[in-house]
């Protein structure tokens, strides 16, 4: 079956503007969750949605935010882009909502540059 | 409320044994591990839940010892295919915080 599609996977930006990334999870999973990646810094997260409802968020600004549609696909978006935003972001899905159900399916992340 | 984990790097040579280790500050109630290639999404290995249980796939097995509030990822014989970046993530009573460590970056060579 198809795995976790990100979009676009590159992009390149400027301070102020704004981004809107797209996941597409595995058929039939419901939840899908965002992360930062930067070097020396991890898997940073950022929100989960489950059901068109966001379950869970992270210690981000208010201008990260996401939403999910009724076919399970997730956008998020950043707002006010700052130099510090450039990251490596992954989206991950999984049946189930929650770290206790079972395993993530990351897709290969959507890279962004700030200049 | 970022697992920690040791080491931040380790170097071994093809057939050697490593042991990678993820630490927590709160009680947990599961363990993920998953690896990460350059430019590759991370990929699962594995989950534990709260018992105790030692779980393992092929030469790569981990433990989780909920009291300590700990985990340790084994992996024996090391093949070149190992190489990349060891990530754990854990899951808390209640259910829905998603904390992931830093990483250990592992490079196996000949």
């Known amino acids: 079956k198809a795995g976790v599609t990100q979009t676009p996977r590159y992009l390149i930006k400027t301070r102020g503007q704004q981004v809107t990334l797209s996941c597409s999870p595995i058929s039939g999973h419901r939840s899908v969750s965002w992360y930062q990646q930067t070097p020396g810094q991890g898997l940073q997260f950022l929100f989960e949605y489950f059901s068109e409802t966001q379950r869970n968020k992270g210690n981000f600004p208010g201008r990260f935010s996401g939403r999910q549609f009724s076919n399970s696909r997730s956008e998020m978006n950043v707002s006010t882009l700052e130099l510090g935003d450039s990251a490596l972001y992954l989206c991950?899905?999984?049946?189930?909502?929650?770290?206790?159900?079972?395993?993530?399916?990351f897709g290969e992340g959507s890279r962004l540059t700030v200049l | 409320q970022q697992p920690v984990q040791s080491p931040q790097a380790v170097i071994l040579r093809e057939g050697e044994d490593a042991v990678i280790n993820c630490s927590s500050s709160?009680?947990?109630?599961?363990v993920h591990w998953y690896r990460q290639k350059h430019g590759e999404a991370p990929v699962f290995l594995m989950i534990?839940?709260?018992?105790?249980e030692q779980k393992g796939h092929e030469k790569i097995s981990a433990s989780f010892n909920e009291k300590k509030q700990q985990s340790s990822l084994y992996l024996t014989a090391s093949q070149l295919s190992y190489s990349g970046t060891y990530f754990c993530g854990t899951g808390r009573f209640g259910g829905n915080q998603f904390y992931f460590g830093t990483g250990t970056s592992l490079t196996v060579i000949p």
């Open positions: 709160k009680a947990l109630y599961s």
């Open positions: 991950a899905s999984s049946l189930a909502s929650g770290m206790n159900t079972g395993e993530l399916f």
């Open positions: 534990l839940l709260k018992g105790g």
